[in-house]
């Protein structure tokens, strides 16, 4: 069983920056590819940003592609997504999620999801 927390969200102006942090409980790191999501209100769950077991290969939606970067630190357990040039679309509660396999962009296909945090960007 994995538990996600993730903290970090926000109230930003557009063009400012955030970085979410999902900490993981239990040993994650070469065990769980890991992803970000988001869902904005009335909308379906997007792919984010997703990093693999080893924390070697990531990969991005093309909406966030060059704004934002996956990160995974294996000391402390902690997945980061450092979000840059914010803009309002970027609105939306953010989710990490973790699952047993290859990293994919199916939201279906994640195992483990934390609470979510609120990101919300200003014009």
């Known amino acids: 069983q994995v538990q996600l927390v993730e903290s970090g969200g926000g109230l930003v102006q557009a063009g400012g920056s955030l970085r979410l942090s999902c900490a993981a409980s239990g040993r994650t790191f070469g065990r769980y590819a890991m992803a970000w999501f988001r869902q904005a209100p009335g909308k379906e769950r997007d792919f984010v940003a997703a990093?693999?077991?080893?924390?070697?290969?990531?990969a991005y939606a093309s909406s966030v592609k060059g704004r934002c970067s996956i990160s995974s630190d294996s000391a402390e357990n902690t997945v980061y997504l450092q979000m840059n040039s914010l803009k309002p679309e970027d609105t939306a509660v953010y989710y990490c999620?973790?699952?047993?396999?290859?990293?994919?962009?199916?939201?279906?296909?994640?195992?483990?999801w934390g609470q979510g945090t609120q990101v919300t960007v200003s014009s």
């Open positions: 990093v693999t077991r080893s924390g070697s290969n990531t």
């Open positions: 999620a973790a699952r047993a396999g290859a990293a994919v962009t199916v939201a279906r296909a994640y195992d483990y």
